[in-house]
């Protein structure tokens, strides 16, 4: 069957929407019909090279969409289930898996890396007969897409596939790096650094667990703003403040919980500067793979705790249905995140927005 995708071909390049060749689902994949996809920070990043894929490959990862076909094997979702898929193909088998962490499933690198399937082969083809991957085993800037059946999380017909969308990736890595990476519990303090799609997310859940000081710092004003819209108690603007004084001057020495957002050096280590002697910095931006960090080990003595988090430390078939009742009852503002909504056509004009630091997210609605 034919779908209309945007495939990269060259880092730093647009990225070509072009109609492509899909095969049909194989043993433990569906095929999904996207409704909507968010345009993730890791997109850009693919773009720019700072997380390598094999190219060419269609990007896009926070999806949903309507089961068209499933492949065999395959009994937990059928055609015409509504799902959202998430980043993890949920193998079941790998170390991972059976430690109940499907969010570092081994075989996410395949999809992650290397833009293919859990069975080591590829869905899609050009016109010139060349193999195209896709982001995660996902590639959801597509009308279709063939996708391990593990990443597929089934929700009600009723939920709007447009702005769930979101829960896929940013909002999952986000909210549950609150929720599940660690224990922030009622009248706790945070500082949020980087207030994009996941930042937005943690403090969501840090509104959501009960923090009654949540600090948003962000360079943009809009951004700032949104934060504040969504759950943050304040709003600080890194380009005119020393943001770590200030947030321990606010807190009494400092925040209980810090959360990195962004991916880079500086901020991870103003992260690490900003909890109290017993806090914790999580780091959930995503770095460059040489990036190195020059920490005052003097805080361990402390115990203060320097922590990551993978995709919010979620398991997506618990995770991904709280989450959706959390935005049916209004209590995750999703669609006050969502600054765009555009066409496929769109892709490369959003992506270079999301480079200068504009807006949250911007989502594409497929017809």
């Not at 398991?315 to 249905?321: A, F, L, T």
Request: glycine residues 12%.
């Amino acid at each position: 069957m034919k779908t209309k995708a945007a495939v990269l071909y060259a880092i730093g390049e647009p990225l070509v929407i072009e109609e492509l060749e899909l095969e049909a689902p194989r043993e433990n994949e569906i095929l999904i019909r996207c409704v909507a996809s968010g345009i993730c920070h890791s997109d850009y990043s693919v773009r720019d090279g700072t997380l390598g894929l094999t190219l060419p490959a269609v990007l896009g990862h926070e999806g949903a969409g309507i089961v068209e076909a499933v492949g065999k094997g395959v009994t937990h979702v059928v055609p015409g289930d509504h799902v959202i898929v998430s980043l993890t193909p949920q193998c079941g088998v790998c170390v991972f898996c059976k430690e109940d962490k499907p969010y570092l499933c081994a075989q996410m690198s395949k999809g992650l890396t290397k833009g293919l399937q859990p069975d080591g082969s590829k869905r899609l083809k050009n016109s010139k007969g060349e193999e195209i991957g896709q982001l995660l085993a996902l590639g959801t800037f597509s009308e279709r897409a063939v996708v391990p059946a593990g990443t597929a999380i089934k929700v009600a017909s009723n939920v709007p596939l447009e702005s769930a969308c979101l829960i896929g990736c940013g909002v999952t890595t986000g909210v549950g790096a609150a929720l599940n990476s660690v224990a922030i519990t009622p009248g706790d303090s945070v500082a949020v650094i980087g207030c994009g799609g996941v930042g937005l997310s943690i403090i969501q859940g840090a509104r959501i667990a009960g923090a009654t000081t949540i600090i948003a710092i962000d360079p943009i004003a809009e951004k700032r703003q949104l934060a504040l819209d969504v759950g943050a108690t304040h709003a600080l603007d890194p380009t005119g403040e020393n943001v770590v004084k200030q947030v321990r001057k606010m807190t009494g020495g400092g925040v209980h919980f810090a959360f990195e957002a962004l991916g880079r050096k500086e901020t991870i280590e103003q992260a690490w500067a900003m909890p109290r002697v017993t806090g914790t910095a999580v780091i959930v931006g995503v770095p460059k793979k040489d990036t190195m960090l020059d920490l005052p080990v003097l805080g361990f003595f402390g115990e203060k705790h320097f922590k990551g988090s993978a995709y919010g430390s979620s398991v997506p078939s618990r995770d991904i249905p709280k989450y959706v009742d959390l935005f049916m009852s209004g209590e995750l503002k999703l669609d006050a995140m969502i600054t765009r909504r555009i066409a496929l056509e769109q892709v490369n004009e959003a992506l270079d927005q999301m480079g200068r630091g504009e807006g949250a997210r911007s989502v594409i609605g497929f017809g």
